[in-house]
């Protein structure tokens, strides 16, 4: 048996019908990733549910997470002076096609304070003195937790953040590179890549660490 028919088995069998199914095999890391959107039946046992799935997956070392499809993570959204990744977020926040919750918009400059503005979110300016760094992401921190913010999005927020804001954003922070990583990091990408004679360019979105551009994708 193997580990699809496992997961599927098992869900029949709770009287689940599986309305998505996404899976592939990663070679590097010898893992095997599944994604299963399901209904459940009205008389659902969540803690049963998660026990019985355990055991079933013992097998296969399975680890998993089970989310609810509407569920609605709050989310901060940092950017400096572009609007384009920002104007995306929104808009397809605004028409329910990113299922998240925007409820700050935290930036080094005030140029973007009328789009957030425009879709009724609060709009933080904390300008960003270079001698006293610390004081600046002391505030950013205060936001995100005041907020109860589950995800920060870093959309073209162009500062690199200090180890220790990282430290405490360890899982939980998206930053939108705009380059198809893990090539061209850093600054002008678009730049480094014309300089190579790229011809293929693109964006990537990958969870944040202490090196620059280097998280996981």
Same mark, same amino acid.
């Given at each position: 048996?193997?580990?699809?028919?496992?997961?599927?088995?098992? *869900?029949?069998?709770?009287?689940?019908? $599986?309305?998505?199914? /996404?899976?592939?095999?990663?070679? &590097?890391? =010898?893992?095997?990733? @599944?994604?299963?959107?399901?209904?459940?039946?009205?008389?659902?046992?969540?803690?049963?549910?998660?026990?019985?799935?355990?055991?079933?997956?013992?097998?296969?070392?399975?680890?998993?997470?089970?989310?609810?499809?509407?569920?609605?993570?709050?989310?901060?959204?940092?950017?400096?002076?572009?609007?384009?990744?920002?104007?995306?977020?929104?808009?397809?926040?605004?028409?329910?096609? *990113?299922?998240?919750?925007?409820?700050? $918009?935290?930036?080094? /400059?005030?140029?973007?304070?009328? &789009?957030? =503005?425009?879709?009724? @979110?609060?709009?933080?300016?904390?300008?960003?003195?270079?001698?006293?760094?610390?004081?600046?992401?002391?505030?950013?921190?205060?936001?995100?937790?005041?907020?109860?913010?589950?995800?920060?999005?870093?959309?073209?927020?162009?500062?690199?953040?200090?180890?220790?804001?990282?430290?405490?954003?360890?899982?939980?922070?998206?930053?939108?590179?705009?380059?198809?990583?893990?090539?061209?990091?850093?600054?002008?990408?678009?730049?480094?890549?014309?300089?190579?004679?790229?011809?293929?360019?693109?964006?990537?979105?990958?969870? @944040?660490?202490?090196?620059?551009?280097?998280?996981?994708?």
């Amino acid at each position: 048996m193997g580990t699809v028919d496992a997961v599927t088995r098992f *869900l029949f069998e709770q009287g689940c019908y $599986v309305t998505e199914h /996404h899976s592939f095999d990663d070679r &590097l890391s =010898g893992r095997f990733f @599944i994604r299963v959107e399901f209904r459940q039946p009205e008389a659902f046992d969540e803690q049963a549910f998660k026990a019985g799935l355990s055991e079933r997956g013992e097998a296969f070392g399975m680890i998993f997470e089970l989310t609810a499809p509407n569920y609605r993570p709050k989310v901060v959204i940092m950017v400096s002076k572009a609007d384009h990744c920002l104007n995306d977020l929104l808009y397809r926040q605004r028409i329910n096609q *990113l299922s998240m919750d925007v409820v700050a $918009v935290v930036s080094n /400059h005030p140029d973007l304070e009328p &789009l957030a =503005g425009w879709h009724g @979110i609060p709009y933080y300016h904390f300008p960003l003195d270079p001698n006293d760094k610390p004081a600046q992401e002391a505030k950013v921190w205060q936001v995100i937790e005041e907020s109860g913010a589950e995800l920060v999005i870093l959309a073209r927020y162009m500062q690199v953040l200090s180890p220790e804001l990282c430290r405490k954003l360890d899982g939980k922070a998206i930053n939108i590179h705009h380059s198809l990583l893990p090539g061209f990091k850093g600054a002008k990408p678009y730049h480094q890549a014309y300089e190579k004679g790229v011809k293929l360019v693109g964006a990537t979105a990958h969870y @944040i660490n202490n090196d620059l551009d280097e998280g996981p994708i």
